[in-house]
């Protein structure tokens, strides 16, 4: 299993390396993405211009994201050139907000649910009853909390839902939505879904969640103490450029690598060079 997910994994990174002009393509819209989100919500909303300009944006994001995943999901089982590449997800997108609808629809549920509940509700209560509890006149040693197991249980069933479980349902959705279509991703939705929590896929899904998520989160919040303000700053901004390339490559390359396992008669990018030269290579 492991050899399995290393190769799937290593041959999404070298089909993306190979095509460079798709890399740079997916770098630009993440950028782009990334600067959406921050103008959204730096704009202040005061005039009727700036408020155009907020409803612009909020639009803008998601629909960059979508399109990035739409062109993750094909880059190395579709067309060579970029910008035809980009094209063919820009028109497609759409599809992928079609069959997300159903998770969309969970996952307010389960914000809904755990508001209900209160997850934070009992840590909460410990706060105010620390802060509003007198000063004592002498030094006494803190009472150990008892732990409040139905916040660490809703809090950790918070973590999986929307870290694990509906991020990798959206995945194996979206794959085939963007390289079969709606109608044929609904209709193998069962499948998908039950495929999407199998160890082969969660396993892939771990190892880059290491790459898109810790490694750019450490590169972010690490700071550097340098002599010169021009030199920390620009460190600065070469460590949350290298973030950026981080979470987009380990990204788009987790995508490509979930979709080769998802379907293993894929042909790697060997077989596919030796397919459109029209040489085949011999059998061993």
């Not at 150990?144 to 249980?153: G, H, I």
């Not at 609904?186 to 495929?195: I, T, V, Y």
């Amino acid at each position: 299993m492991i050899k399995r997910i290393s190769h799937a994994l290593g041959s999404s990174s070298r089909e993306l390396l190979r095509r460079w002009g798709s890399l740079l393509v997916l770098l630009a819209l993440y950028l782009a993405m990334l600067g959406a989100i921050y103008l959204f919500f730096v704009t202040r909303e005061a005039t009727v211009g700036q408020l155009a300009l907020s409803f612009a944006l909020a639009l803008a994001a998601p629909i960059l994201f979508l399109i990035i995943q739409t062109m993750a999901a094909r880059y190395d089982v579709g067309e060579d050139r970029a910008l035809k590449l980009l094209g063919g997800s820009a028109r497609d997108f759409w599809k992928l907000i079609v069959i997300s609808i159903p998770l969309i629809l969970i996952a307010i549920l389960a914000v809904y649910l755990f508001s209900k509940f209160g997850a934070t509700a009992p840590a909460n209560a410990v706060r105010e009853a620390a802060r509003t509890a007198p000063a004592p006149t002498r030094p006494v040693a803190p009472k150990p909390q008892p732990v409040q197991w139905q916040s660490v249980v809703l809090t950790t069933l918070q973590y999986l839902l929307f870290l694990l479980v509906l991020p990798l349902a959206a995945i194996h959705l979206w794959i085939a939505a963007a390289r079969d279509g709606i109608k044929q991703a609904f209709k193998k939705s069962g499948h998908l879904l039950a495929r999407s929590f199998a160890p082969l896929s969660v396993i892939t899904y771990a190892i880059g969640f290491v790459f898109f998520a810790v490694i750019p989160y450490f590169l972010v919040v690490t700071k550097t103490s340098v002599a010169g303000a021009w030199l920390d700053v620009g460190l600065l901004v070469f460590r949350l450029f290298l973030a950026a390339v981080f979470s987009l490559v380990g990204w788009v390359v987790s995508v490509a690598a979930l979709g080769r396992l998802s379907d293993p008669g894929m042909p790697d990018s060997a077989a596919r060079a030796a397919e459109n030269t029209g040489h085949v290579p011999a059998e061993a």
